[in-house]
């Protein structure tokens, strides 16, 4: 079946207009003509070249010096081994969190590593299309007397190119979405506050509804932060001491690591434990693991 032609729109303007046939026999060099935009803009595109090259190099060398070797990998590892260890291993089910951790990390290099793999045969390809300069080898090909053969040729070499190049992209689209998840930090409000307490965060919630907090609920919370509360205005934040005695409300903050193994499948929550300075201990992590689709666990 025939290719459809793609439609084009009558109306668009033309960079280079139409030439007037009654003109053309009479073209003389040096009249005007409407192709000379096409010298302007060859001198215009071959000056973009001497900076577009040696950026091209810049970011070749830059690449060049980030790119670590396996040494430079194990002493990540090491690294992250080492701080796993000390902050997690005092928790309940310690050997688990680390290995938890360890594969959340190590997948996201290892999907990170075919990724720039694939990136850097994409850039070999191009590379090696701008320096062989196809466009000259199809210039010389189309001269010969096989020209139709040569020109069908061509386009399927573009059309297979093109291909090429749009499955390494979605490769590397997969590849980098892959085992994605964010860190999250979250808090649990005590259940028995005092009056003064639940007053404070009534206080809260108006200040963060964009509303002025009202002298009569002020008066009710406690008293070390009455004052700092008649300061605050609408939309600016909360005083560190506010802030301070609002904790108080909470057990935490906790941290905890929420992720997918593919964009369908159930989330998957894995709590670090209490955010402290000291390492976690037995009774600062909640449940290890939980999912929104338990039959996978």
């Known amino acids: 079946m025939a290719r459809r032609r793609k439609w084009h729109d009558p109306q668009a303007p033309r960079k280079v207009a139409r030439s007037d046939p009654r003109r053309r026999q009479h073209w003389q060099p040096g009249d005007p003509h409407e192709l000379d935009v096409m010298?302007?803009?060859?001198?215009?595109?071959?000056?973009?070249l001497p900076p577009l090259v040696e950026q091209m190099q810049q970011v070749a060398r830059r690449a060049t010096v980030l790119m670590g070797t396996w040494?430079?990998?194990?002493?990540?590892?090491?690294?992250?081994?080492r701080v796993f260890g000390e902050r997690f291993g005092r928790v309940k089910h310690a050997e688990h969190l680390q290995a938890t951790l360890a594969v959340l990390r190590r997948r996201r290099l290892v999907t990170r590593l075919q990724a720039l793999q694939e990136?850097?045969?994409?850039?070999?390809?191009?590379?090696?299309?701008?320096?062989?300069?196809?466009?000259?080898?199809?210039?010389?090909?189309?001269l010969d007397e096989r020209q139709q053969m040569t020109l069908v040729s061509d386009v399927k070499r573009a059309r297979q190119d093109?291909?090429?190049?749009?499955?390494?992209?979605?490769?590397?689209?997969?590849?980098?979405?892959?085992?994605?998840?964010?860190?999250?930090?979250?808090?649990?409000?005590?259940?028995?506050?005092?009056?003064?307490?639940?007053?404070?965060?009534?206080?809260?919630?108006?200040?963060?509804?964009?509303?002025?907090i009202p002298e009569e609920l002020i008066v009710t919370t406690p008293e070390q932060v009455?004052?700092?509360?008649?300061?605050?205005?609408?939309?600016?934040?909360?005083?560190?001491?506010?802030?301070?005695?609002?904790?108080?409300?909470?057990?935490?903050?906790?941290?905890?690591?929420?992720?997918?193994e593919d964009s369908k499948g159930p989330l998957y929550t894995v709590a670090l434990g209490k955010i402290s300075q000291e390492p976690a201990g037995p009774d600062d992590n909640p449940d290890l693991l939980e999912s929104d689709n338990p039959e996978e666990l």
Do not use: C
Not at 39 to 48: C, G, N, R, S
Not at 71 to 81: N, Y
Not at 230 to 253: C, H, M, S
């Open 39 to 48: 010298i302007d803009e060859a001198e215009a595109l071959y000056q973009k």
């Open 162 to 212: 093109l291909s090429d190049g749009e499955e390494r992209l979605s490769r590397i689209r997969q590849l980098l979405t892959t085992g994605n998840g964010y860190f999250e930090t979250f808090s649990i409000r005590k259940r028995a506050l005092s009056s003064a307490m639940m007053a404070l965060l009534d206080a809260v919630h108006l200040h963060k509804e964009g509303q002025p």
């Open 71 to 81: 040494e430079d990998l194990v002493a990540k590892e090491e690294e992250a081994q």
């Open 119 to 142: 990136v850097l045969q994409l850039v070999a390809w191009l590379e090696l299309d701008i320096f062989r300069d196809d466009f000259m080898h199809d210039l010389y090909a189309s």
């Open 226 to 260: 009455q004052e700092a509360l008649r300061g605050v205005r609408p939309g600016n934040p909360l005083p560190q001491e506010v802030q301070e005695v609002v904790q108080l409300a909470y057990w935490g903050p906790y941290v905890k690591y929420r992720w997918r």
